[in-house]
């Protein structure tokens, strides 16, 4: 009886593995298989890194990944400027309205991104900003802010009262206790909210894809979802390109899936 | 320095703490909503240039709109069918991952790939997989002559499929969280009352496990009703406009034809649509907690 | 060094919640006094509000003459010593001693001589680079002192210190305190709900309950003439005996209730002037003594009795008084009478 159930625990994540990784996977394949082999029966005769080495001359797709790293990380930064501070009083100073400001983050969150891309649109026209990558920056990190709020806010509550005590009784002001005591011993929250904050940003579309038009200028999610516009679809080089695209999300996700998990759900438990 | 001047001191400098985020959250989210709603009741062609105020004429087109009205339901519809499997086969994978067993960790990093991979590649790796003439599923399945994405009514349930694929980890750790969160000493004391696995499952886990699922299920009705990323790489809304839903419809008034101000009016029914459900949920959520 | 006043202090939290009312409180420079209570009784709060951690809603501060009542911790000279310590866990021992110094502006040469005195002092010299991590809690604990020592300020608290440390330990550090208040001659408030470590420690005790202080005295007074019930119960193990006069013989005695400490209540094997006859309900033999708990009339009485020489339960024995004057009355509400 014990064998049964341990043999259905077995098969069923045998079937989950299949389900979460075989997509993925499959498309992994398709990337190494030759042009010709493409759709047909079986396994392919042989693997080829061709259609790697195509994705990667292409000029604009190699500036994509450039563009999304320098976006995604200004996000980052961006968000972590604003929302550490924030969060920090928000947990340990007599915020006025605080109430109203966590309500108005958690509504920001629960906007649809399209019910501001007309006026944004607008907006960065005037200012000069459509068609660049700072452009960009504002936009995502306003999207971001209410998640890395509600991290930021949990981890600094977590971190016990005394310590901000000992520091306002060894003499510091509010804004010292915060930069000397609470931000380095908030790191592994910070940590946990870049990685969040940037992987949001990296695969960010509909922002992306409103304001940006050159080539040369746009992010890896756009490049992705436009790369046959010239030609027939080179599918395997579609495929290679989408998995260069994810390896730095799959890489970080890798390594710091202890981390990921904790900020996704004490995120959501906490709220 | 008297007792009044520090109470405002230490309020003014509170207040410095959070103006960034407030400064940015305000300008560059709230400030828009409002000023998407003026447009709304603008005739506003980007490429002439012009604008007149027209009042709630937009809004009275909507009204007329079939295409609108196809792309609500069809947002409602997509929203309830995808968030329903996910929950369904999220409540497994979270029990299954709840157990400790060797290599959960590795388990742990397998369910979060679908979630690390960008939406659009995610579309990208279905639309292979129903490819008519490569893609895999297509010969697997037994209708193996329908084209999954060309055809109206098959469409969509793809677009499901993608939306499931993507986002089912993620309720599941929402989910998984949920029973971390139940302490082992109520399904002991069941047990030891005769309570077989069907009965613990019923009675303590997933009365339990309530809120997590309401919580879960408001992040992702919000996001599946706001979905874009996966449809437009897919189909574009097509074929026929038969996968169009709300955000996908607005794009392409807004950014195809370039029709400002019926675009926002079209961003401001689908914000609306969408925050009425969030605090509905959040009502009901509410109500939950209390109880 | 500092003489410490509250006057007519009063601490509401948001919700009504009375924290602290009508407190006013001298203390004198160098004296070592302890705030005792059962938890909730605001001792916690009072320090808080002496730290500038928290303001009161009305009534005011005054620390070494000035008023306070408005200054933040940072202007107030007051260092303090946290239940669980409270060290940064990012800097070593060093560093948290140093840290205050640093925000005091003190040169490098002038920080590293201080941090290397007090460390001496203390006996940790061999921890300045470990990680608060690294250290057991007896340790952890002496650099928190150390890092109050440092700033050389006018006042000292003290928050349960001693209460995340283990009994021998506790014992240990006990007597240390006192030697180190004695060596430095400074003020000490200190908060604690152990009256073991108020009474061996203080040279006045301010008893709270609720919010509200009960008594303030020297620790004998509060043992010899304690100013409620409360206060008497307060202090003594086993406690002290609270039963009606007429148990103890006295029924046409004014108070309420009549006080008799164990070791001032006699138990004897027959029948004597003066005794009440009782039965006996336990005998706890303790080491140096036993205590035996008698029943009379649905009252209980302990009483301390030399080993070797308990009754045994379900005995009879007659009990008295020892000395008259060590007798307490209190009336209907509580309150001592005071005897004629």
């Known amino acids: ?87 920090f009083a928000l947990a340990r100073l007599p915020v006025p309205g605080r109430g109203l400001l966590l309500g108005g983050a958690l509504a920001v969150s629960m906007f649809p991104p399209i019910a501001v891309v007309s006026p944004l649109y607008l907006v960065l026209q005037q200012m000069g900003l459509l068609d660049t990558r700072a452009g960009l920056v504002l936009p995502y990190a306003t999207f971001a802010l209410p998640l890395t709020l509600w991290l930021l806010t949990s981890f600094f509550r977590q971190i016990p009262s005394e310590l901000y005590r000992a520091a306002r009784v060894d003499g510091c002001t509010p804004f010292q206790a915060f930069r000397w005591v609470l931000l380095p011993v908030s790191g592994p929250g910070l940590a946990t909210t870049a990685l969040l904050v940037f992987v949001f940003a990296w695969n960010e579309f509909l922002f992306a894809l409103s304001f940006i038009h050159s080539p040369g200028r746009r992010t890896v999610p756009v490049a992705i979802s436009l790369f046959a516009a010239e030609h027939a679809e080179p599918w395997a080089e579609i495929a290679a390109a989408s998995v260069i695209a994810t390896l730095p999300l799959l890489v970080l996700t890798v390594l710091f899936q202890r981390r990921i998990v904790a900020g996704l759900t004490a995120g959501a438990v906490k709220a | 320095m008297s007792l009044a001047r520090r109470l405002r001191t230490e309020r003014a400098q509170a207040i410095l703490f959070v103006a960034p985020a407030v400064m940015v959250l305000v300008a560059v989210a709230l400030v828009p909503i409002l000023a998407a709603l003026w447009l709304s009741f603008h005739r506003s062609i980007l490429l002439f240039g012009e604008r007149a105020f027209v009042g709630l004429d937009n809004y009275a087109l909507l009204l007329r709109d079939t295409r609108f009205h196809a792309a ?3 947002t409602l519809y997509f929203a309830a069918v995808a968030v329903t499997i996910e929950l369904l086969l999220a409540l497994p994978i979270a029990l299954l991952l709840h157990r400790a067993m060797p290599g959960r960790g590795f388990l742990r990093a397998a369910v979060l790939i679908p979630w690390a991979i960008p939406t659009v590649v995610s579309a990208r790796i279905w639309g292979w997989l129903f490819n008519p003439d490569y893609g895999l599923l297509p010969r697997l399945l037994p209708a193996s002559d329908v084209n999954w994405l060309g055809t109206p009514g098959y469409a969509l349930h793809a677009a ?25 000493d109520l399904y002991r004391a069941a047990r030891v009352d005769g309570a077989g696995r069907w009965t613990l499952l019923t009675r303590i886990t997933l009365p339990l496990l309530m809120p997590a699922i309401l919580l879960a299920l408001l ?21 026929a406009n038969t996968t169009e839903t709300l955000s996908v419809y607005a794009y392409k008034t807004l950014l195809r034809a370039g029709n400002f101000g019926y675009g926002s009016a079209q961003s401001v029914v689908t914000f609306l649509v969408v925050m009425a459900v969030g605090v509905i949920y959040l009502r009901v959520l509410g109500a939950g907690r209390e109880g | 060094m500092a003489s410490v006043s509250l006057v007519d202090v009063e601490k509401r939290y948001r919700g009504g919640v009375l924290a602290v009312s009508e407190l006013s409180l001298t203390i004198a420079d160098g004296e070592l006094v302890s705030l005792v209570g059962p938890s909730g009784c605001g001792k916690s709060t009072v320090l808080s509000l002496l730290a500038g951690l928290e303001t009161p809603s009305a009534g005011r501060i005054l620390i070494d003459g000035r008023d306070v009542t408005g200054s933040p911790p940072a202007e107030r000279d007051v260092a303090m010593v946290f239940q669980s310590y409270a060290l940064y ?95 430095l001659g400074a003020t000490f408030v200190y908060v604690t709900h152990d009256q073991v470590e108020a009474m061996s420690l203080s040279d006045r005790v301010v008893v709270m309950r609720e919010g509200r202080v009960q008594q303030v005295a020297p620790p004998a007074v509060l043992y010899g003439k304690p100013a409620n019930t409360f206060v008497a119960n307060f202090f003594g193990d086993p406690r002290i005996n609270l039963v009606p006069p007429r148990i103890l013989g006295r029924p046409e005695h004014p108070a309420a209730l009549l006080g008799v400490r164990p070791e001032e209540l006699e138990l004897l094997a027959q029948d004597a002037p003066g005794t009440q006859p009782a039965r006996v309900e336990l005998v706890e033999a303790v080491g140096p003594e036993s205590w035996v708990t008698v029943e009379l009339d649905g009252s209980r ?6 080993p070797g020489s308990e009754p045994s339960p379900g005995e009879q024995v007659w009990m008295r008084v020892r000395e008259e004057s060590r007798l307490h009355a209190f009336d209907a509400r509580g309150e001592r009478l005071e005897t004629p």
């Not at chain 1, 292409?58 to 930064?77: G, K, P, Q």
């Not at chain 2, 929402?174 to 971390?180: C, P």
């Not at chain 3, 009485?301 to 030399?306: G, N």
């Open chain 2, 219 to 239: 992040f992702r009705t919000l996001d599946a009703l706001r979905v874009f990323d996966a449809i437009w790489v897919l189909t574009e809304g097509g074929p």
């Open chain 3, 89 to 183: 866990p990012h800097l070593d021992v060093a560093g948290n001693l140093a840290f205050p110094l640093k925000l005091a502006g003190l040169g490098r040469a002038e920080r590293e001589g201080r941090v290397r005195e007090v460390a001496q002092m203390l006996g940790i010299e061999a921890l300045l680079e470990r990680k608060p991590a690294a250290l057991s809690g007896g340790q952890r604990q002496r650099v928190a002192l150390g890092r109050a020592l440092v700033r050389r300020p006018k006042l000292f608290l003290f928050d349960e210190p001693l209460s995340n440390l283990d009994a021998g330990l506790r014992a240990q550090m006990r007597s240390e305190l006192k030697r180190l208040h004695a060596r």
């Open chain 1, 1 to 87: 009886m014990r064998n049964l159930t341990r043999l259905g625990r077995v098969l069923a994540v045998a079937a989950l593995l299949t389900f979460l990784l075989g997509p993925f996977l499959w498309q992994g394949l398709t990337s190494l298989t030759p042009e010709a082999e493409l759709g047909g029966r079986g396994w392919p005769s042989h693997l080829t890194w061709r259609a790697w080495a195509g994705a990667l001359a292409r000029e604009d797709f190699l500036w994509s990944l450039f563009n999304s790293l320098v976006v995604a990380a200004a996000t980052t930064c961006l968000c972590l400027l604003c929302g550490a501070p924030a969060a």
């Open chain 2, 160 to 184: 499901i499929v993608v939306d499931v694929w993507k986002t089912t980890p993620f309720v599941a750790l929402l989910l998984l969280a949920g029973l971390q969160g139940i302490p082992e």
């Open chain 2, 72 to 74: 609500l339901l069809r």
């Open chain 3, 301 to 306: 009485l302990t009483a301390r009795v030399a």
